[in-house]
């Protein structure tokens, strides 16, 4: 069996990191693995143009939707032709137009959807929110500085929705959540929807001694570490501004590290991430929308108990007061008792060790798509 992995980028991006993850893990397994990514940028800059225009010239939202109306015919590449199963992930920004993902279905593969947010099953946006037009048909997005019954949201699910109903894709959650609301759109609606998990190398991540990483790393053994990682510490959607409240109720006593672009460090090396994890007391993900993040499964791996609110995926991998503590959402004042709560319980560590290497161990994630790749 071949199976090509297509993913915008090669490295960048918690999807980009689940797909090398998955890729690795099959060929433990025996599958001959391909990639596909993204190999010209002007595709990119055309899209936002596009959604630039559509908004009559406002930046607004400008990176929250993605069109898909320019990008890549992948389906001419020598690993696409050989591939029994398309594996598609994350697509977007200008790799892979309506077009050419039209293409791809009609091709006669096997077609699984990895869907690491909720465009496969929207017009235009990654996290729909409270919005729930997508579950009958997209218009008046909100999302869009003009929206109106007849949008760019309305154009796009028009499109989609003829395409989608002419193909045989399997979608895939990584999270229970995902793959829920996946069931109530419409363009999902007569597919076959499952959820899978990510996967984690527990060579890599896995518990070691605390002093240890923190020498590695060169952080003090005399205060409590939150830990906050993403890949840009300003983006909104990820809550910094909740944490950093709810740190102002808590004592001196405790340091926050942040982990990413205009943080306190930009790792780059899984092994010193793996050292980071193990160095704090407790991983804080205040995400405001998410899936399933990678993050959480990294933490989790390294014995780390982690704090996150109420949404998207995050409380089926947080098991409340177990492994970890589910905070109510956008509650800064719960954040900060859930912090305190695992600080107090030093004995959730061995607990979500234990919780993640069941769950996220590549072998069982790696067979339960080889079950999907093979119906």
Not at 62 to 76: F, S, V
Not at 302 to 330: L, N
Request: proline fraction near 4%; glycine fraction near 6%; hydrophobic fraction near 40%.
């Amino acid at each position: 069996m071949k199976v090509l992995i297509v993913n915008t980028t090669e490295r960048t991006g918690g999807a980009a990191i689940a797909a090398n993850r998955l890729a690795k893990a099959l060929r433990a397994e025996g599958v001959e693995v391909a990639a596909a990514t993204r190999r010209r940028m002007w595709p990119f800059y055309a899209e936002r143009l596009r959604i630039f225009l559509a908004n009559r010239l406002s930046k607004h939202n400008l990176w929250l939707t993605d069109i898909a109306c320019c990008g890549e015919d992948i389906t001419r590449r020598r690993e696409f032709q050989e591939a029994d199963v398309v594996h598609l992930h994350w697509v977007n920004q200008g790799f892979l137009s309506l077009k050419d993902i039209g293409k791809i279905l009609q091709s006669g593969k096997r077609i699984i959807w990895t869907m690491h947010d909720q465009w496969p099953y929207t017009a235009i946006c990654h996290y729909a929110e409270d919005c729930t037009c997508h579950q009958t048909h997209c218009r008046h997005c909100p999302q869009l500085v003009h929206p109106g019954a007849k949008d760019l949201s309305y154009r796009i699910f028009e499109q989609k929705q003829k395409m989608w109903q002419q193909a045989d894709i399997t979608f895939v959650g990584c999270s229970r959540w995902m793959a829920d609301e996946a069931r109530k759109s419409a363009l999902a609606r007569g597919h076959r929807i499952v959820s899978i998990p990510n996967a984690i190398d527990h060579r890599i991540f896995h518990p070691m001694p605390k002093a240890e990483a923190r020498a590695v790393l060169d952080l003090p053994n005399d205060k409590s570490i939150v830990l906050f990682i993403c890949q840009k510490v300003t983006d909104e959607r990820k809550g910094m501004r909740y944490l950093e409240e709810a740190l102002k109720r808590l004592p001196d006593d405790i340091r926050l590290v942040r982990v990413g672009k205009g943080g306190d460090y930009e790792i780059n090396d899984e092994q010193r991430m793996a050292a980071m994890y193990a160095a704090a007391d407790v991983f804080v993900t205040p995400s405001l929308q998410d899936n399933l993040p990678n993050t959480i499964v990294e933490a989790m791996s390294c014995g780390t108990p982690c704090v996150g609110f109420h949404v998207g995926g995050i409380p089926e991998m947080i098991h409340h007061q177990r492994d970890g503590y589910v905070a109510r959402y956008r509650d800064a004042n719960d954040l900060a008792e859930g912090i305190r709560y695992v600080l107090a319980h030093p004995g959730l560590q061995q607990e979500a060790a234990r919780y993640a290497h069941e769950t996220y161990n590549e072998s069982r994630v790696a067979q339960l798509y080889i079950k999907e790749y093979e119906r």
